[in-house]
């Protein structure tokens, strides 16, 4: 609760830090104030305080995916000391959105009421229609904000209807109210429930960008700032996942839901990996893995056992890992390409920055869910998850592996080692700063790299209640990480 | 015993160890050295072959001489081993002995030849797998030589390797061969199934025990192996054209051994046959028919070795119809013979093509008794052995087969006796076109070295005392050869001549006649006005047909080499090309091409997307609606 | 001890070369390092005394159970020595070729070898499928950078084909590991577990793609010739020599043990699918002109007959199967090599460009014709030993598939027979000037040959080696 | 609350609420997607907003529960807070949504 109230007048603090020349200020401070929001959550360990008249509970569930929103956050700003460099203006509000919109995520981690789900849910999503137009000068920029605000507060609407719908057949917003009168034959066969359900996951799937409501996606990915787009791909991914995951944990779902659950399921995954087959911008490409991705975390939610949260946590914090560590390589390389973010600027990366390379390799690897990657065990647990839950997950199949394939091999290119194209892409002085910066980040990158490779090569327990979700080398993965940057 | 042992090993082991010797050194050896060397080595062999020949007991039956373990695994033993008796000291003595008289000889036809060295190590490692064939003590060691002398017969046909026809025969040659191993690998595989066991002698005892079908398929494959080897119908047409490689070759491979494999397996597989008549109609008329169309062929080729190879061919027909008679004894006999005389008569060709400078086109040759006087002696000899004329190895030899013939059945009697009198017929036209009338070439023929024309006398000498080695009662003898192989093969003491002696002399003078008659009509014909060959386009249409091989080559191209490289290609361009990889191109490009598709939804237009996003929900609505 | 030695040595041995990226002694480097793993496999078979050896057997993932757990039986061990045997060679190779940046191309090769060596002591199907599909990323770059023309195109298709097939295989073993709360996947639990027939007839074949694609059997091989064909002789020798490999041990490690039923039920398909493939193949490299596509399909065709010989299921079979794996990988290194030997006095590897190299290359000519021994497996030589074996393997399955099988001792020897000629014999119509073998060519290709010709005659090492574990493995069938 | 508003509110029944509030929201839905204008699509989001808060008042008096009226302030607050923020995305509109 501390930390909540922490994170946003943290964000108050950075806001009034931008008045002032104090942009050499702004990453610090917000740093420090995130671990201190950190180590505040981390001492309410195992207290399960409801707050709010149990509104919101911080259990174990939560403390985890706080702490991975936070950390993630912590990394991004790290990112952002280096991203925020040469922005003359606005700097002090970029970082005081995404501490606000960090708010929203951890609200939704912790909710046990709807009401705190829609407020989480739009605390979340506000400050991002402010950072997808970040970039000013930038047309698509702003075109972009504005899709994403107009399709999300569209969706908020069918959210809210559900809610609304649920609160009219069950009389209650708590969550667990609302679980137990779901469970009853009255609420499967109440066809107000059913509507309320269905409206309520229509408006969360727009969250996590679930076919067909995954529009705004690769739109604004790419026209996002490559910052936020990393932020979106990672924090809000997890936090709308940790949301959703809480909303319908424990939920026996009507079957009528379930099977459009499956429907979601089996056109996201399809659909994410065959239009990333003909992307060839880098950010739209990772939309589309994301979206991947995502059918590949709905598998999970088609057979939920005690066990399906730790992999849930597993899965989205491998993949923020790697997909963080991607988008930091792709603004090195796009900025020794003048701006392309077109995924060739990537040949010739092993010429001009071999390590740089290799540690993209492994992230791509990860994503792609190839052996001794986090990415392979996580995709593991969730067919193993599947299959498990007699689910015979063949759909699921089908569409994941594709997406490790396509993702690899659209981006295996990348590191690509011919001496001819070397030099054309990453030439002369641009190789240079390549060099310069990678003396500086490509460590970073190479550390999220090996945390990636030490958390596939052993996978440790996670099972068991939500309380010990953290995953121990998830955590030191993510710790890893920041090493080389703490310096 | 061990002394023995030793022996046994030694006499394959020799010319083995001269093979790589050779090979390895062959840019150390002049072509004299390497010749002498593997000659010497064949003779030591030869000289052990004697040593264990005089030292065999008949009444002892046979000795395994086991090697070393080779194929041994649960349910399964297979050793590499040797197995001396009376059939393979035979064999042996053959192989050792007229293969030393033609090493001998190739010193001297080979010594202009810079790859002497290669060619010597050849014939030797020929000589090793011969000996394995002959030798082996289970089938799948006599299938090591068996491949072995297939492969060396491939290598030396194969010799001159830069003339194209020369590669395109030795090739053929293998093929053909390797068809017919698939009937004996499929025939070792059957027995094996059924016996667990490949040693001759437990295959022999138990051979009753495999059910009638059984035996009829292993018989039948066995004799398709047989004819592979043998150059029997219907994989005979790559033996004359092995006449590419060196005359030696011709004449130690394609007459005097390795064809005879064929003959040596059906010999050694006895018991299996004498169980199935059937398979024993089939060889009998599949060789009949084959000595008849090879004679006809001879009767009109004008390649003197390509009249030796179809002469070949034809004789191998006729060891078959013994084999198919029962005879088993009589065809090893005239196996025996036909390797003095065509071995003879092969070098003696080889004699005068070497004189001639490598003229080989008897119409080019004619009078040539005057100057190169030995090879025209021993040729004679040789022709006369092989016409079966009285008192000659190949009278005793053939007469017998066709004594059997007439007591088994008078049809096959007339085929045979007409096929002997075209064997006269076209021996006696080679012998007047190339030694007779005067010289229609331009070389000046000289007489060849000692070291050829030594083992042409031996040989000579052997072609017309051959005939002792089983002489039979008519004659006063005790046919010494069938009982020494009753020792090794029990089914050859089955066949006895059940013709009263009035009878057999009757054949006799019949074929006599013939004989006399035909050398007649050939002397008036070749000797006494040249009658050459003229353009086959001028021939009437019976001899067109018979001149140009009865067109079998054609048929087999037609039938086999056209559609098996068309069947190659088109299973490439159709099966591969547009079947195979467009299949699973398909998937991905069907694949990419709906990502396209759905990439064109994405069009950006934000009211497009929020309808989308409509209908979605709406199709959701009525889905969830519809299962609830 | 041995199994870390034999991940550690290679693994290490290419981070050295990744590290420090030496041009000059790169190739001697992974030469000592592959030599090493050579002698510690070969005092594994010393030291091998019949039953299986468990190398290490510790808690991997305590939270499932799972367990690492690394060990070999006779048909492992086959496995490593092949391994082990073959990649010096490999690496050797790469003396004569010019390549960019060898250090990567040798430390790529080390790497595979260490996975491939992982994939042949893994005694648990997930380490196993791990290790399975690591190997794919090495050889994947090295295709993909070394690679000839349309390498992009073919070393997508290739990955996405293969890849496949180990996402199939990868459902199979979650499914097999989900059947019992206590199922950890170790190769002792997984052989316990009794499915239902049902089941079996459909997993079999969800076990099965991954190595039928691997291998690749008839209608799963398209991936083959291009691949063959385009990647560098190294990639293509790992692919063909040991990578195929993977698939004949995963038949016998995880589809015979977990579907026996399933087995029993497809085996006759799936021997009548690879023999098609013997017979297909064998007649299409007929009329290659390209030596390497030629190999490739020729290989198709060897392979397929492999395949036949495992799936006859019984101890011949199975025996003959493994001899000839290894026979075959010997034959497809000489053979490789042979071809890029040629292609380095040609230019070429076309065919229609040699011809009469005998004359200005005899010793060449004399190796390619000892291969060529081989590869019509002549008695006395490898091939044969195994060829004979799986003959009668077939025979006690189906008499019809033994005489199909058999015909292929025809097909091979006129493609072979065909190549030699076009390539050594007949006049010497280029007079291109050329060295004969050189020392290299020797060094490599006598040792190959001495191989083939020993265990030919002298087969007892392997097949003692084989025998125990294929009639344990049998005995465990119902 | 007030038991006279309850009384009242309940005078209309549920069924009647319910469907007036799907109307709204569809109208809403229209509105948004097929209007061209900005500030028009703002107020038809409004709307889908409104119909719910409607829809959250009738049931909030028939299950004589307050809650759902202290929902309905939260929403009107994030709803001005997404106009506000609406209106400040900089843009021509017609290019915003060609």
């Known amino acids: 609760m501390s930390a909540l109230i922490l994170i946003s007048v943290l964000g108050v603090v950075l806001l009034y830090l931008g008045f002032g020349d104090n942009r050499k200020w702004l990453a610090p401070v917000g740093i420090l104030g995130l671990l201190a929001a950190l180590t505040m959550l981390l001492c309410n360990w195992n207290v399960e305080s409801p707050l709010f008249a149990g509104m919101l509970k911080f259990d174990g569930y939560a403390m985890a995916f706080d702490m991975s929103l936070i950390l993630l956050t912590v990394l991004l700003f790290l990112f952002g000391i280096d991203y925020y460099a040469r922005m003359r203006e606005n700097v002090a509000e970029q970082y005081a959105l995404m501490l606000f919109s960090l708010v929203g995520g951890l609200m939704l981690t912790s909710f046990t009421n709807l009401l705190v789900l829609f407020l989480g849910i739009e605390i979340l999503s506000i400050p991002l229609f402010i950072l997808a137009g970040g970039k000013r000068d930038s047309f698509r920029s702003g075109e972009a904000a504005f899709k994403y605000f107009l399709q999300g507060s569209f969706a908020s609407g069918f959210l809210l209807l559900g809610i609304a719908l649920i609160y009219g057949s069950t009389a209650s917003f708590d969550l667990a109210t609302v679980q137990a009168a779901v469970g009853t034959s009255a609420g499967q066969g109440n066809m107000l429930m059913l509507l309320g359900l269905f409206f309520t996951i229509v408006g969360v799937s727009f969250k996590v960008a679930a076919v067909p409501f995954h529009f705004w996606n690769p739109d604004v990915y790419e026209g996002a700032p490559t910052l936020v787009t990393a932020f979106m791909s990672t924090v809000v991914k997890t936090a709308a996942f940790a949301g959703f995951y809480r909303l319908i944990e424990y939920m026996h779902l009507p079957g009528a839901v379930q099977t459009m659950l499956v429907v979601v399921t089996v056109c996201t995954l399809f659909l994410g990996n065959i239009v990333a087959l003909r992307q060839t911008q880098f950010k739209r490409l990772m939309a589309y893995s994301s979206i991947a991705h995502t059918g590949f975390l709905l598998i999970i939610f088609l057979g939920i056992s005690e066990r399906t949260s730790g992999v849930l946590y597993y899965y989205l914090t491998t993949y923020s890992i790697a997909t963080v560590g991607l988008f930091v390589v792709l603004t090195l390389a796009k900025r020794a390409a003048k701006g392309d973010e077109n995924i060739r600027i990537f040949r010739g990366l092993f010429r001009s920055a071999p390590w740089l390379a290799i540690a993209t390799m492994l992230l791509l690897l990860s994503l792609a869910g190839i052996p001794l990657t986090a990415g392979f065990v996580a995709k593991y647990r969730v067919f193993a998850l599947g299959i498990e839950a007699k689910l015979r997950g063949r759909h699921g199949f089908r569409g994941s592996d594709g997406a490790g394939g396509h993702l690899l091999l659209r981006h295996g290119d990348p590191g690509s080692l011919h001496p001819q194209r070397a030099r054309t892409a990453i030439g002369g002085g641009a190789r240079e700063l390549a060099r310069a910066l990678i003396l500086r980040r490509g460590c970073g990158v190479a550390g999220a790299a090996a945390g990636v490779v030490e958390v596939g090569s052993t996978p440790s327990p996670s099972a068991g209640s939500p309380t010990d979700e953290v995953d121990q080398p998830c955590f030191s993965a993510s710790l890893l990480f920041l090493y080389p940057y703490a310096k | 015993m061990v002394m023995t042992d030793l022996l046994a090993v030694l006499v394959p082991a020799l010319p083995l160890a001269g093979a790589v010797l050779l090979s390895a050194l062959r840019r150390k050896f002049s072509a004299t050295v390497a010749g002498s060397i593997a000659t010497a080595l064949i003779a030591i062999s030869f000289v052990a072959t004697v040593i264990l020949f005089s030292g065999f007991d008949t ?570 | 001890m041995i199994a870390a030695l034999l991940l550690l040595i290679p693994f290490l041995a290419a981070t050295l070369l990744v590290v420090l990226r030496p041009t000059k002694h790169a190739r001697s480097v992974a030469l000592i390092s592959s030599l090493a793993t050579l002698a510690v496999v070969l005092m594994a078979w010393a030291t091998y005394a019949g039953s299986p050896v468990v190398l290490a057997d510790r808690d991997w993932v305590p939270a499932w159970g799972l367990r690492f757990v690394m060990g070999y039986d006779g048909v492992g061990l086959l496995m490593l020595i092949l391994t082990a045997v073959v990649f010096p060679f490999i690496i050797g190779t790469g003396y004569g070729e010019k390549l960019q940046h060898p250090s990567l191309v040798n430390a790529l090769l080390l790497y595979t070898q260490t996975f491939l060596l992982g994939v042949f002591m893994a005694q648990n199907a997930l380490l196993f499928y791990i290790f399975y599909e690591l190997t794919l990323i090495p050889v994947f770059f090295l295709l993909l950078y070394w690679g000839g023309e349309r390498r992009r195109a073919i070393t997508i298709r290739f990955f996405i084909y293969t890849l496949l097939g180990g996402l199939s295989l990868l459902f199979g073993i979650i499914y097999c590991m989900a059947q019992g709360p206590t199922m950890n996947g170790d190769f002792s639990a997984l052989a316990a577990l009794n499915l239902p027939i049902g089941v079996q007839h459909w997993l079999f074949w969800v076990l099965f793609l991954a190595f039928a694609i691997k291998l690749p059997i008839f209608p799963f091989h398209s991936w083959q010739p291009d691949t063959y064909t385009m990647a560098p002789m190294q990639g293509t020798m790992v692919l063909a020599a040991v990578m195929l490999k993977m698939g004949l041990y995963g038949v016998i490690k995880l589809v015979f043990p977990i579907v026996p039923d399933g087995v029993a039920f497809w085996r006759e398909t799936v021997i009548a699918l690879s023999l098609i493939g013997a017979v297909y193949g064998g007649i299409i490299a007929f009329r290659q002109w390209d030596l390497k596509r030629l190999i490739a399909y020729s290989s198709l065709s060897h392979v397929g007959l492999i395949c036949a010989g495992l799936f006859a299921w019984n101890s011949y079979g199975i025996t003959g199967s493994l001899y000839q794996a290894f026979a075959h990988s010997i034959l497809v290194l000489c053979t490789l090599y042979l071809c890029s030997a040629l292609k380095e006095r040609v230019g070429s590897s076309e065919m229609g460009a040699m011809g009469g190299l005998k004359v200005r290359t005899p010793r060449l000519a004399a190796l390619f014709l000892l291969v060529l021994l081989n590869a019509v497996a002549l008695p006395l030589t490898q091939s044969f030993i195994g060829e004979w074996l799986m003959f009668l393997g077939l025979w006690q399955v189906h008499s019809w598939l033994a005489v199909v099988a058999v015909s292929t001792i025809v097909w091979g020897t006129i493609y072979m027979l065909y190549a030699y000629q076009r390539v050594m014999l007949g006049p010497d119509k280029w007079q291109l000037e050329m060295p004969d073998a050189s020392n290299r060519d020797h060094l490599f290709l006598v040792p190959l040959i001495a191989i083939t010709l020993i265990l030919g005659v002298y087969p007892a090492p392997i097949l003692d080696l084989v025998d125990p574990s294929v009639q344990l493995l049998l005995s465990s069938l119902p | 609350m007030n038991e006279g508003i309850i009384t009242a509110i309940r005078v209309v029944p549920l069924e009647h609420y319910v469907i007036l509030s799907f109307l709204l929201f569809s109208i809403g839905i229209a509105g948004v997607v097929f209007r061209r204008n900005t500030i028009i699509i703002l107020m038809c989001l409004e709307l889908m907003f409104n119909s719910v808060n409607l829809l959250l008042t009738a049931f909030s008096a028939y299950h004589s529960d307050p809650r759902a009226q202290v929902f309905v302030f939260f929403i009107m607050l994030v709803a001005a807070a997404e106009v506000t923020v609406g209106l400040a995305i900089p843009g021509d509109d017609e290019a915003q949504r060609g």
Request: with cysteine.
């Open chain 2, 59 to 628: 009444a002892a039956g046979g000795r395994t001489v086991r090697v070393l373990d080779w194929l041994s695994i649960t349910g399964m033993d297979i050793p590499l081993a040797l197995r001396i008796d009376a059939l393979s000291l035979t064999m042996m003595l053959i192989v050792t002995g007229v293969g030393a008289l033609i090493h001998l000889y190739s010193i001297g036809y080979m010594h202009d030849d810079e790859r002497a060295p290669t060619f010597f190590a050849q014939l030797n490692l020929f000589s090793f797998a011969m000996l394995m064939l002959v030798m082996g003590s289970n089938f799948l060691v006599t299938f090591i030589g068996w491949e072995g002398v297939g492969l060396c017969s491939y290598l030396l046909i194969g010799f001159w390797y830069t003339k194209p026809d020369y590669n395109y025969a030795a090739r053929k040659a293998f093929v053909m061969n390797r068809i017919g191993d698939v009937g004996m690998v499929l025939a070792m595989a059957l027995l094996f199934h059924f016996l667990g066991t490949l040693e001759y002698t437990a295959v022999m005892e138990n051979a009753h025990s495999i059910p009638a079908w059984g035996l009829l398929a292993i018989t039948l494959l066995l004799f398709f192996g047989a004819t592979g080897k043998s150059a029997q119908i219907p994989l005979f047409t790559w033996l004359p054209d092995a006449m590419a490689g060196p005359t030696p070759v011709s004449a130690l491979i394609h007459a005097a051994t390795m064809v005879t494999a064929g003959v040596f397996l059906v010999v050694r597989s006895s018991v299996l046959f004498d169980l199935v008549p059937y398979t024993r109609d089939v060889i009998l008329w599949t060789g009949t028919a084959t000595a008849l169309l090879a004679a006809t062929i001879g009767l009109f080729q004008n390649d003197i070795k390509k009249v030796l190879a179809y002469s070949t061919v034809s004789q191998l027909g006729y060891m078959f119809a013994a084999l198919g008679m029962g005879a088993y004894s009589a065809a090893m006999f005239h196996v025996t013979t036909h390797a003095f005389f065509k071995a003879l008569l092969f070098l003696a060709a080889g004699s005068v093509i070497h004189a001639l400078g490598g003229e080989q086109d008897i119409r080019k040759m004619g009078g040539l008794k005057g100057s190169i006087k030995i090879t025209f002696v021993t040729f004679f000899i040789g022709t006369i052995a092989i016409s079966g004329l009285p008192l000659m190895s190949g009278f005793f030899s053939k007469d017998l087969i066709l004594a059997h013939a007439f007591q088994h059945s008078p049809v096959a009697f007339g085929l045979l006796v007409f096929g002997a009198v075209l064997t006269t017929f076209y021996m006696f036209r080679l012998l007047f076109l190339v030694f007779y009338g005067t010289y229609r070439g331009k070389a000046h023929a000289h007489e060849s070295p000692l070291t050829m024309t030594v083992p042409l006398m031996v040989l000579a000498v052997l072609s017309v005392v051959g005939g002792a080695l089983n002489l039979p009662h008519l004659f006063g003898g005790h046919e010494p050869m069938k009982h020494f192989l009753e020792s090794a093969a029990a089914a050859i003491r089955s066949e006895e001549i059940e013709l009263s002696a009035s009878t057999e002399w009757i054949l006799m003078g019949i074929t006599a006649v013939l004989v006399f008659t035909t050398i007649a009509f050939a002397y008036g014909r070749f000797v006494k006005r040249t009658t050459l060959e003229g353009d086959e386009a001028d021939m009437p249409l019976l001899k067109r047909l018979i001149a140009q091989r009865w067109r079998v080559d054609e048929l087999y191209a037609a039938l086999f080499e056209k559609p098996y490289g068309w069947l190659s290609e088109h299973f490439h361009s159709i099966g591969e090309l547009r079947i195979m990889v467009p299949l699973q191109n398909g998937v991905g490009e069907a694949a990419l091409r709906v990502g396209n598709v759905v990439r064109k939804l994405q069009t950006g237009n934000a009211s497009f997307h929020l309808l989308a996003m409509v209908a979605g929900i709406i199709i959701f609505l009525v889905i969830t609606l519809l299962s609830n």
